[in-house]
């Protein structure tokens, strides 16, 4: 019982000790083009779109929970 809960001991403190990089928060577009921006917002868009359109549909025929 000991030799495994040194175990686990030994491994979590190797996790701790190795943790996250040093590099801080990051942006996901920090270096992408404005074009593609926009192209992810406008799919972003048409997403959401479809997902309303599913919903209303849903809740004409009759589907509980949405």
């Known amino acids: 019982m000991s030799k495994l809960f040194f175990s686990l001991m030994l491994a979590a403190s ?17 270096n992408a083009q404005q074009s593609d921006v926009d192209e992810y917002n406008r799919m972003l868009q048409e997403e959401q779109a479809q997902m309303k359109e599913g919903m209303e549909a849903a809740a004409k025929e ?5």
């Open 14 to 30: 190797c996790f701790m000790l190795i943790g996250c990089g040093d590099d801080g928060p990051s942006s996901v577009v920090e």
């Open 62 to 66: 009759g589907i509980k929970g949405y």
